[in-house]
């Protein structure tokens, strides 16, 4: 209600998520209240001989509701991550490997996708470069879903595949790997650009907005120049929505590089990091032979892999976010 909000969008945003967030616990808190309320009810009247079994009957259901909701506030308390309500960026890029890389590239690109269909999600490409093939040398794009980044931020990381090439004549199984990086979109009031700080260039699309006017530099590249982080989109068929594309991609390294700096300031480097790409730097990894995936973080076994290219990830997501989970409940055990 304070007149000075109304001239600054940004706390307005803030404060509106705050209290969103203090209203579920609040509510889940009186719930509490009021069935501890009740058990107590229910025990004092074990003494009335005319009570007792209603009382009997009751207790246990209130004790298995008070224990669930328990764990429920236990988790609301954990500190969340505040882009986990956000639409997600996701760049893959092959590392290791060569052409196998570069094809596994594509089948995690459509895993996502049809990851995102499930879900009834948007999915929108900002960037892709591909050697006609088949094979991806990188794809940028955005899954335009509030809540994305939360389920699919455990995915930044080295992915590693490990089959038999069709090209592969001696039946030999090859190591390669993918990096993805996926990254929270941001919005103009989370990170500020100054235009003084952008390189922008133009160039004419490859892609189908190029097909449509090709006498035109629809293509967007943009530096920013103070943290050398570039950007392509040649996706849409104006330069304008290139640009917003483009620079949706630098907000968004920009925050998590911003993210980066303060978790290594408090010495707990954020898991996950992409690392160099190199074959032992693997949070997962793809077993064709044995048609089993294996997430290294969690020791976690799934033998499902033609149905997870498919974009069945939803379980291993659910059981990285459940790890997640007791890791900071156990972190606030310690502090406290």
């Keep these: 209600m304070n007149p000075d909000l109304a001239s600054n969008p940004a706390e307005l945003v803030r404060l509106g998520k705050a209290r969103a967030e203090l209203v579920e616990i609040t509510e889940a808190a009186q719930r509490y209240m009021k069935l501890s309320d009740e058990l107590n009810d229910a025990q004092a009247m074990l003494g009335d001989p005319e009570m007792r079994e209603m009382a009997e009957a009751e207790i246990p259901a209130l004790k298995t509701e008070l224990e669930a909701l328990e764990r429920t506030i ?14 997600v960026i996701i760049e893959i ?46 794809v940028t794009f955005k899954i335009d879903a509030p809540g994305a980044y939360a389920q699919l931020k455990y995915e930044s990381g080295v992915h590693r595949v490990q089959r038999v090439p069709a090209t592969e004549s001696g039946g030999r199984t090859h190591t390669s790997t993918v990096t993805v990086a996926v990254l929270p979109e941001v919005e103009t009031v989370d990170i500020e650009i100054k235009d003084d700080d952008l390189e922008v260039s133009t160039f004419r699309s490859s892609s189908a907005g190029g097909q449509h006017m090709q006498k035109n530099e629809t293509a967007i590249r943009i530096i920013h120049k103070p943290s050398g982080i570039v950007a392509t989109c040649q996706d849409e068929r104006s330069q304008q929505q290139n640009r917003l594309k483009a620079l949706s991609v630098i907000r968004a390294k920009l925050f998590q590089a911003e993210q980066d700096r303060i978790a290594q300031e408090r010495g707990d480097i954020r898991r996950g990091q992409i690392g160099s790409g190199d074959r032992s730097e693997k949070i997962r990894t793809y077993n064709f032979n044995q048609s089993r995936i294996t997430d290294h973080r969690i020791g976690k076994d799934v033998f499902n892999l033609s149905a997870y290219l498919d974009g069945d990830l939803q379980d291993m997501i659910d059981s990285l976010a459940q790890e997640e989970q007791i890791r900071k409940l156990a972190e606030g055990a310690d502090e406290s």
């Design 93 to 138: 890029r092959p590392a290791a490997g060569g052409d196998e890389a570069g094809l596994f590239a594509s089948e995690l690109f459509r895993m996502y996708v049809r990851y995102a269909e499930r879900r009834k999600w948007r999915t929108e490409i900002i960037d892709e470069d591909t050697d006609g093939l088949g094979a991806i040398k990188a």
């Design 74 to 87: 236990k988790i609301m308390l954990v500190p969340r991550d505040p882009a986990d309500d956000k639409p």
